[in-house]
């Protein structure tokens, strides 16, 4: 499934991206094929609505339905020779059966998909990281792409993985519920070990911010933290989200400046961020139909820069096309509303290997 498509600039490592604008020279594009429902285990429910849950309860362990894995895939496709048309490079991973059951001692599980690499693979500067996911189904989410990481270690480029989490009992708080209306954030997680999800932070150069959500605990952020060491600094922010996982779709820098918010989910920019020109990303026109198993329709603000002035947009969304035109960012439409069904867009569905640009303060 891999295609090393595509002309890029040479830059000075294999891996090397600082920010989510600086224009794009490679990335990683995943995909769908042999998605499945994961078993239910509480983790898996905390951050989804009442009715999305009960869809995961009587279709786990199933496979996705076939028709929407192939129209997802072809939207994959699609974005993949979009990237590449405008001199990308685009990797793949390498397709996994989800339908094996794998385990360790008290527990066992199997898995869910290769589809949103920006969940478990954070770029930072010259190092890939592996994400510790709270989710069991997958704690083997990485193997899809490792054939990938193995290339990009051999050609210079510094890997890491955080401690492999054990996802014992202990890592779940027993018996949780959502929290009343009105009441703080609870997390299904607890703090028994480091986990997080790579998407629930965002790059801003020297400046990383990070939320903790229903997937991250204060114990990933840390490590995070102590392993970048001082070159960077993670800034941990609250949103007001009564089902936290991933914060891009939420907190989105576009450029230097200019940042897209959901506007329920930041009533307060963060400090930080005030001196910069803050949008809020308009509704999302996702029909009520169309079935979101794992998100919102807030999915629409989960955009990708190709650089500065290029923002990768649902064909569909013409709010977010306006929107992105008023700010003088060409739109650049892909159809992508059957892979929103599984959880992500254009963000989620991609890591950039490689930006050419420096690393920086903007903030």
């Known amino acids: 499934m891999d295609q090393a498509l595509g002309t890029a600039t040479a830059a000075s490592g294999p891996v090397e991206s600082y920010n989510e604008w600086d224009p794009l020279e490679e990335v990683i594009v995943g995909i769908?094929?042999?998605?499945?429902?994961?078993?239910?285990?509480?983790?898996?429910?905390?951050?989804?609505?009442?009715a999305q849950r009960e869809v995961f309860r009587q279709r786990a362990g199933?496979?996705?339905?076939?028709?929407?894995?192939a129209a997802a895939r072809d939207e994959l496709d699609q974005l993949a020779d979009i990237l590449v048309s405008m001199g990308v490079v685009v990797r793949r991973p390498e397709p996994r059966d989800h339908s094996v059951s794998y385990g360790v001692p008290g527990w066992s599980s199997t898995g869910l998909y290769d589809a949103m690499p920006r969940d478990l693979l954070l770029v930072v500067g010259d190092e890939i990281i592996e994400a510790p996911m709270s989710w069991r189904s997958r704690h083997h989410a990485s193997s899809a792409f490792r054939p990938l990481l193995k290339e990009y270690f051999r050609r210079g480029a510094r890997w890491a993985s955080a401690p492999m989490p054990e996802l014992t009992d202990e890592l779940y708080v027993e018996g949780w519920t959502d929290q009343p209306d009105g009441e703080p954030f609870r997390s299904v997680i607890t703090e028994f070990e480091p986990t997080f999800d790579a998407a629930d932070f965002m790059r801003f150069g020297r400046d990383i911010f990070a939320q903790r959500s229903h997937v991250t605990n204060a114990m990933g952020i840390e490590w995070l933290r102590r392993h970048l060491g001082d070159d960077y600094r993670v800034h941990e922010v609250t949103l007001d989200d009564d089902h936290p996982m991933h914060i891009d779709a939420s907190l989105v820098p576009l450029a230097p400046g200019k940042l897209l918010i959901q506007p329920e989910r930041v009533p307060e920019v963060p400090d930080l961020l005030k001196d910069w020109e803050v949008r809020a990303a308009p509704p999302p026109v996702i029909p009520d139909s169309h079935p979101l198993y794992m998100t919102s329709k807030w999915i629409n603000m989960n955009v990708l820069?190709?650089?500065?002035?290029?923002?990768?947009?649902?064909?569909?969304?013409?709010?977010?096309?306006?929107?992105a035109e008023s700010w003088g960012i060409t739109p650049v439409l892909c159809p992508f509303r059957n892979f929103n069904s599984f959880g992500g867009s254009f963000h989620c569905a991609?890591?950039?290997?490689?930006?050419?640009?420096?690393?920086?303060?903007?903030?």
Not at 62 to 69: C, G, L, N, T
Not at 305 to 323: G, K, N, S
């Open 350 to 363: 991609t890591v950039d290997v490689r930006r050419r640009g420096e690393l920086q303060s903007y903030v």
């Open 62 to 69: 199933q496979p996705f339905p076939a028709d929407q894995v």
């Open 305 to 323: 820069m190709i650089d500065e002035e290029h923002m990768l947009v649902e064909a569909q969304d013409e709010p977010m096309r306006r929107l």
């Open 32 to 50: 769908v094929d042999n998605a499945h429902f994961p078993p239910w285990h509480v983790a898996v429910g905390a951050p989804l609505s009442p």
